[in-house]
């Protein structure tokens, strides 16, 4: 017996409609980690993805230095857009000028606004447990943008000590450990 699967192929216009419109519902992955070095993996999966042809969008919450800002993201690819605060330096403590909070903020915000406008259909979020440690996003808001995104939008949350809030609405927790110290 033979047996054959046949991959469907769309129209590039209609495929992310008809791909809405089917039953999947996105995932709330979180990534977590007492070290601030474990990006590399979030990030090949972010691109992996884009290269499939899907809208990605990656947000480095706590990362500057760059002269980036939302108004300006990198596109790793057709389908990746990547972006930073605007500010001069990264951030690694809650002490931080008003312009720094305020791009933060305006990040954040951008962040929603395009989510809700369905141009993407997987965001990484990085660092988000930092910046709501730190105080610069209210929890109560992330929890309601991961409540209110479209149904098939996949989220990534990467950083370390995830709030509890945040663990209890995770589809997946990964909780990444170093088995041997240098």
Request: proline share 6%; aromatic share 8%.
């Amino acid at each position: 017996m033979v047996s054959q699967v046949e991959t469907p192929v769309f129209d590039a216009p209609h495929s992310r409609t008809l791909a809405r419109n089917l039953s999947v519902e996105g995932l709330v992955q979180v990534f977590t980690s007492f070290h601030r070095n474990f990006f590399t993996g979030v990030m090949a999966q972010a691109m992996r993805i884009a290269g499939q042809g899907t809208p990605v969008l990656v947000v480095q919450f706590l990362k500057g230095g760059i002269g980036q800002g939302y108004d300006r993201p990198m596109q790793l690819s057709q389908n990746l857009d990547w972006i930073r605060c605007n500010m001069p330096r990264c951030i690694d403590s809650p002490q931080i000028s008003e312009e720094e909070a305020r791009s933060l903020l305006e990040l954040w915000q951008h962040t929603r606004r395009v989510v809700e406008q369905n141009r993407y259909d997987l965001v990484v979020l990085d660092e988000l447990s930092l910046a709501l440690r730190f105080g610069f996003i209210p929890e109560a808001e992330v929890l309601d943008f991961l409540r209110t995104r479209p149904r098939h939008v996949d989220v990534i949350l990467t950083g370390p000590e995830m709030p509890d809030a945040l663990l209890d609405v995770a589809d997946q927790i990964t909780e990444l450990r170093r088995t041997h110290q240098p």
